[in-house]
């Protein structure tokens, strides 16, 4: 079982930035892919980016492509998220997720974090 914890959430102004973070502990499997996505109030949940296990591979949803740069520590088991040039409707609770296939799909990872709020507002 991997444990997944995110942090760096909050509220920024658009155009502004946020790095989010998550460090994976427990059987975390050295080659897991990880990732993140986002469920907006009233919205299904949505795959943000991934990344594979040697960060050779990374997959961005259009909506966040050229903004949003997603990269692993594997040394420390953490993933990142870097968001710039925010905006209002990137508000949502982000997750983390991992694991060792790893798609654009929820239900191709095993693990995911509790979640942190991210508000843009305009």
């Known amino acids: 079982q991997v444990h997944l914890v995110e942090s760096g959430g909050g509220l920024v102004q658009a155009g502004g930035s946020l790095r989010l973070s998550c460090a994976a502990s427990g059987r975390t499997g050295s080659r897991s892919t990880m990732g993140w996505f986002r469920q907006a109030p009233a919205k299904e949940r949505e795959f943000v980016a991934r990344i594979t296990w040697n960060s050779a591979y990374t997959e961005y949803a259009d909506s966040v492509k050229g903004r949003f740069t997603i990269s692993r520590d594997s040394a420390k088991n953490t993933v990142y998220l870097q968001m710039d040039s925010l905006k209002p409707e990137d508000t949502a609770i982000y997750y983390c997720?991992?694991?060792?296939?790893?798609?654009?799909?929820?239900?191709?990872?095993?693990?995911w974090g509790q979640g942190t709020q991210v508000t843009v507002s305009s």
């Open positions: 997720v991992a694991g060792p296939v790893g798609g654009s799909r929820w239900s191709t990872y095993e693990s």
